[in-house]
């Protein structure tokens, strides 16, 4: 085994030749993503429609007062990011910044040609194996198309700001909005996969995880007791904790770091990584094959069955009362053919009588 300059063994990671990312979407990601994929020219009117958003000035903004990644500048983060694009076979780079922020945080950002921005505090507070995670993900949200939709969502959350005073327009857009943050959390489980298929350290990323919620320093930090605060956030409390949840997640386009930390935890348990690392993948050159009902089944069978195994006491009460309904329906039809039966046993008698 290998050592890096510090002396500390190197995982060596599996090159995943020709990776589509339908390998790392996320059910209910994909089942959105191949839908609007089969509306031909519909990225194109898309971009044609938000012509008047100025990418390219965009871009200018983080050209001007960001540093660009490469060989020379911030040599470190481009080797990691060289990294995780050569295991996920991703050839063409997209650009690469890094902006002044204290916060652990990164964001793929473009409409043409996507481009991917990270902080001061990713580069500062991450370690190698955590970094390449975190720019994995990114490269996930690039190569899955999501640049393009995130970005549409951002403009359209603008528009929602500027046309509160129109109340049916804003309430258009905010229905619109909703349903895209609701796409967009699934899509942050999908890149949460394309980050660790890009590390292929499943303690890194949960590592990086960790970070994103309390900072990057984790010598006081347990990584059992963070994944009991996953289960303890999934399924404990009340009634009352359940609607604190969800107003906590309505309105965000990321899922809570303990609830990512599960689904990713999750998805390893299930073996499809383990798959995914022994060559069993989807490839680029079958994209064309997908299937709009198969990828939408899939999708509604995800959220059946997070329906089904979900341990929130809302959710709880809603599949009892779902049962109890159904019950209710069935004693109601055996009564209703009960009382049928004997009525037309009554009729017989009554003719028989008569």
């Known amino acids: 085994m290998t050592t890096d300059d510090e002396n500390r063994p190197v995982r060596r990671r599996i090159t995943l030749t020709g990776i589509s990312s339908r390998a790392w979407e996320h059910p209910a990601d994909r089942g959105a993503l191949t839908a609007l994929r089969e509306l031909r020219g519909f990225d194109d009117v898309v971009k044609a429609f938000f012509g008047m958003w100025n990418e390219r000035g965009f871009r200018l903004q983080f050209l001007a007062g960001a540093i660009r990644v490469d060989h020379r500048q911030y040599p470190r983060v481009y080797q990691r990011f060289t990294e995780a694009a050569a295991t996920l076979d991703v050839v063409e780079l997209p650009e690469l910044y890094v902006s002044q922020d204290p916060i652990i945080n990164g964001s793929a950002i473009g409409l043409d040609k996507p481009f991917i921005v990270v902080t001061t505090g990713a580069v500062e507070k991450l370690d190698d194996d955590e970094l390449r995670a975190m720019l994995g993900h990114e490269i996930g949200h690039v190569r899955s198309g999501h640049a393009v939709y995130k970005t549409i969502l951002m403009i359209l959350t603008r528009w929602a700001a500027s046309l509160s005073w129109l109340p049916v327009g804003a309430i258009a857009l905010r229905a619109i909005i909703t349903a895209m943050l609701e796409w967009w959390r699934k899509a942050e489980l999908s890149a949460d996969r394309a980050g660790l298929l890009a590390g292929q350290d499943p303690a890194a990323s949960l590592r990086l995880l960790m970070k994103l919620a309390g900072g990057g320093d984790l010598s006081q930090i347990d990584t059992a007791a963070f994944l009991e605060q996953a289960a303890e ?122």
């Open 233 to 354: 956030y999934e399924s404990g409390g009340d009634l009352r904790d359940s609607i604190h949840k969800i107003g906590m997640t309505l309105g965000s386009t990321h899922p809570v770091p303990v609830a990512r930390a599960s689904e990713l935890r999750k998805w390893v348990d299930s073996g499809a990584y383990a798959e995914i690392l022994g060559g069993d993948y989807p490839r680029r050159d079958s994209d064309g094959d997908a299937s709009v009902a198969d990828d939408v089944k899939a999708a509604a069978n995800s959220y059946r069955e997070t329906f089904s195994n979900s341990q929130d006491p809302l959710v709880g009460l809603l599949r009892k009362l779902g049962d109890g309904a159904g019950d209710l329906a069935g004693s109601a039809v055996r009564g209703a053919r009960g009382w049928m039966g004997d009525a037309s046993r009554r009729g017989r008698r009554d003719g028989e009588e008569g």
